[in-house]
């Protein structure tokens, strides 16, 4: 059996604002405080000496690796981003940045908001635009049915409510 794997299909290169500043933010972080800080503590395990057997100084070279490995992608994935800034002309359906609350088949209620991949947040009800959900959502209104296809099998959901702003019920 082949090592070979097929490259991930690329995700949509869009943001909200928010998301933005949340990932700008990051990169700051890591780069101004995290790294000099990782760097100086890196330098003082391998004053320490005989480097094979010192595990401050391993794991320091594996958190610089982490956080060098972050920056390099947010060095790359911020400038290709296109940040979505205003209200679709139709802000009775869904479209990216839409909060949209859903019912299940079983009468279960959900509220999501629609986002680019790289600000998903479950917590935060945050799904990407690129999921079989937001996918199926797409430009469906309230009181509009649809079907989704999900491993477990198909789901049927109903829209109750679209939103373009956050009222706080998150």
Known sequence: MSRWRP??????????????ERLRAELDELWKRK?????????????EGDRSENAEYTYRKKQLGEID?????????LPALKI??????????????????????????????IVGPDETDA?????????????????????DAFDVALPEGIAHHEVID????????A
């Open 7 to 20: 490259p991930p299909p690329h995700s949509t290169a869009i943001i909200t604002r928010d998301g933005y």
């Open 35 to 47: 790294r000099p800080e990782v760097v100086a503590a890196l330098a003082a395990a391998a004053a």
């Open 69 to 77: 490995r972050r920056v390099r992608y947010l060095s790359k994935r």
């Open 84 to 113: 979505a800034d205003g209200l679709p002309a139709d802000t009775g359906a869904i479209f990216f940045g839409a909060w949209l609350t859903i019912a299940n088949a079983d009468g279960n209620t959900a509220r999501h908001r």
């Open 123 to 143: 917590k935060l009800g945050h799904i990407s635009i690129d999921s079989p959900l937001a996918r199926a959502a797409l430009k469906k209104r309230s009181g």
């Open 162 to 169: 679209v939103q373009y702003a956050d009222d706080g019920r």
